[in-house]
Structure formats: structure tokens, C-alpha cells
């Protein structure tokens, strides 16, 4: 149990386009899904929480308007990179929530933008 | 003060041995405590949740809670070289629904 998958898992766009990253809770269902970062060699940075019907809560120093976040199903939640720059790159990660407490992640999406 | 401290190693253990790895954490109305492992390239992985003082096995892992102390731990026995990875400690925030902070992570080397 708790599975979380995301798709894609590798994109490589070019610079000023946007890119969908999506994550689904493949047995469960998931009223709090999170979005995190991390660079290489880097410790994971919280993005953003994002809550079933409502609007994510972005950490400080995240542009909103830059990381959509959509979270329309208790399975499923989008994150879009807009008008992505060769600094967007890392690697982005889901995890959702399990019970009250647990966090499960995907395998996430390794992001290149030339 | 960090909110959740780990020493970031790397830790470097023989084959078969105890492999012991410490966090602290700042906030003493935490409640929750986590361990993910993550291999290079690849997203955490869940592999202990500790709630109560005391210790809690799963196999050849065993977590350890002191709140009065502020800090947690893991131990792992009989070290394999397939341990070898960077293990992220993980506090649930008080108030905040599953909301957890990340130390840094501890690289983990198990020599064969």
C-alpha cells in the first residue's frame, strides 16, 4: 500500500515553455499531497502544500505564480513549471499524505531546461 | 539553530557492523518522527515512524526516541553495502498536518 507514482519521470523543454508534472496516490486517498525540490547534492526543499479543493500554501521565496499547483482529486495533484528557465532545473518530488502522519513519495521527475 | 539537525557525514562503517545515526530537532512540541533513506538519484523512502519515547525495531532497523533529550536516532544492524545511502531524518511539525522538516541527510558508506 501507499503508492505514489508521478509522471513523467524525465523532461527535457526548452527555455520559456511550460511543463505539467503530475503525482497520483495509486491506493489511498490523499487530502494533502506536497511538493518538494532538490538539487544535486542538496537537501529536499519544501515548495509548497497542496490540499484537495483548495489553494496550495507556497513556502517563502516560491513564486506562485510560476509553480501552479493543482490539487482537483483526493488522487491526484499537478504541479506546472511556467515559462521554465535553464535554472529550473532539479529534480522535483511528490509525496502525499498517509494517515495523519506518514508521508509517501513518488519516484519524481528530473526536470532539464535547455 | 537548525530545525532539524544531522551530521552530514559521510559515516563509514564495515560490513556487518552497527551503523548508528543521530538527529536533533528544536522543537520540543514535536510529535512525530521520521527516517527515509534515499539512494542517489532517487526520491526518500519510508522506512521507520517513531511516536513514543523508547525504541521501536523493524527488522534490522531500530529507531530511538529521547523527547526530553530533543534528539532521535537509527541503528542499523548487521550493515549490508546495500545501506549504503543518505538517510534523511524527518519531525513533524506541531499544528501543521503531516508537514514534516528534513535535516539534511547523513551519508551512510558501508565498506564491504
Known amino acids: 500500500g501507499a503508492v505514489v507514482s508521478q509522471h513523467p519521470s524525465r523532461v527535457i523543454c526548452k527555455s520559456g515553455t511550460s511543463v505539467k508534472i503530475e503525482c497520483r496516490s495509486l491506493d489511498f486517498q490523499a487530502t494533502t499531497m506536497f511538493w518538494y525540490r532538490q538539487f544535486p547534492k542538496q537537501s529536499l526543499m519544501l515548495m509548497a502544500t497542496s490540499n484537495e479543493g483548495s489553494k496550495a500554501t507556497y513556502e517563502q521565496g516560491v513564486e506562485k505564480d510560476k509553480f501552479l499547483i493543482n490539487h482537483a482529486s483526493l488522487t491526484l495533484s499537478t504541479l506546472t513549471v511556467t515559462s521554465a528557465h535553464p535554472e529550473d532545473s532539479s529534480f522535483y518530488i511528490c509525496s502525499a499524505g498517509y494517515s495523519s502522519y506518514e508521508q509517501y513519495f513518488g519516484p519524481g521527475t528530473r526536470l532539464t531546461v535547455t | 539553530q537548525k530545525e532539524v539537525e544531522q551530521n552530514s557525514g559521510p559515516l563509514s562503517v564495515p560490513e556487518g557492523a552497527i551503523a548508528s545515526l543521530n538527529c536533533t530537532y528544536s522543537?520540543?512540541?514535536?510529535?512525530?518522527f521520521f527516517w527515509y533513506r534515499q539512494y542517489s538519484g532517487k526520491s526518500p523512502e519510508l522506512i521507520m515512524s517513531?511516536?513514543?519515547?523508547g525504541d521501536k525495531e523493524d527488522g534490522r532497523f531500530t529507531a530511538q526516541l529521547n523527547k526530553a533529550s530533543q534528539y532521535v536516532s537509527l541503528l542499523i544492524r548487521d550493515s549490508q553495502p546495500s545501506d549504503s545511502a543518505t538517510y534523511l531524518c524527518a519531525v513533524r511539525s506541531p499544528g501543521g498536518y503531516q508537514k514534516v522538516t528534513f535535516g539534511t541527510g547523513t551519508k551512510l558508506q558501508v565498506i564491504p
Open positions: 517513531i511516536y513514543s519515547n
Open positions: 522543537d520540543r512540541g514535536s510529535q512525530s
